[in-house]
């Protein structure tokens, strides 16, 4: 029996047609024949028009829709699992992420540069420090200064034994009570980087591309920051 490799999306139906061009590029670039793949989406209510081979995967919990993402490695069955945004592009084949060694680690992912640094020190986001101030007001954690290394929730690898074992996802809806007001709360990606600070492993950041010159040598391409408020979602036939 071969290998599956489990991969999530957390949506509501207002994505479905850009989660499953997303899906769409991920079984176009699949070439290993030891692996299958297997689509969840992830709502918090039923979502019609989903292809068969998609499974829809209701999660009622008390969390925004970008928070799904910590809640369903609880919940789930598996070992392993990939969580892609509904923005991603695949060039290449997913089983090479899949098979990624995590050390150790809960999750892998990709660098995020500090969100108070500019575009000349090649940020990927250049936020405003005002707004940045709103994502981090956890004592302890200092991600403004650049000190603490941050990642992008947009493409993670993630091992749900080691998630579950450690209680990841009550320390997240932990965190996300300690949040409650801040004007990003119902961000996950601030909340899973002050639960998993020094638990995540730095991958290569060719799996979590920004759509800059230099996109056609990537592996996945996330339109996410700066390069969504220009030009919006993306269609994915910018990318062919």
Not at 47 to 74: A, C, L, W
Not at 93 to 113: F, N, P, Q, T
Not at 182 to 209: A, R
Request: hydrophobic share 35%.
């Amino acid at each position: 029996m071969k290998e599956k490799i489990n991969i999530f999306y957390s949506i509501d139906d207002k994505f479905l047609e850009l989660t499953i061009n997303s899906i769409n590029s991920v079984r176009q670039s699949f070439v290993n024949k030891d692996f299958e793949l297997d689509f969840y989406l992830v709502s918090k209510s039923a979502i019609t028009g989903v292809p068969d081979f998609v499974k829809n995967v209701v999660v009622d919990y008390s969390v925004s829709i970008p928070q799904m993402r910590f809640i369903f490695p609880e919940h789930c069955q598996l070992d392993r699992l990939i969580y892609l945004d509904s923005d991603t592009v695949c060039s290449c084949c997913i089983s090479k992420l899949w098979k990624e060694d995590l050390d150790s680690k809960v999750i892998g992912a990709v660098h995020h540069r500090s969100p108070t640094r500019g575009q000349k020190a090649n940020q990927y986001d250049p936020w405003s420090l005002e707004t940045a101030k709103s994502f981090f007001e956890f004592e302890g954690d200092d991600f403004l200064s650049g000190s603490l290394p941050y990642f992008n929730s947009g493409v993670m690898v993630i091992d749900c034994k080691k998630w579950r074992d450690m209680k990841i996802s009550k320390l997240c809806i932990d965190a996300k009570n300690q949040f409650c007001l801040s004007t990003q709360s119902n961000n996950d990606e601030p909340i899973l980087n002050h639960v998993l600070i020094n638990n995540w492993k730095k991958i290569n950041k060719l799996w979590n591309f920004p759509p800059n010159k230099s996109w056609r040598r990537s592996r996945i391409i996330h339109m996410y920051g700066v390069c969504r408020h220009v030009v919006g979602k993306p269609s994915h036939r910018m990318f062919k």
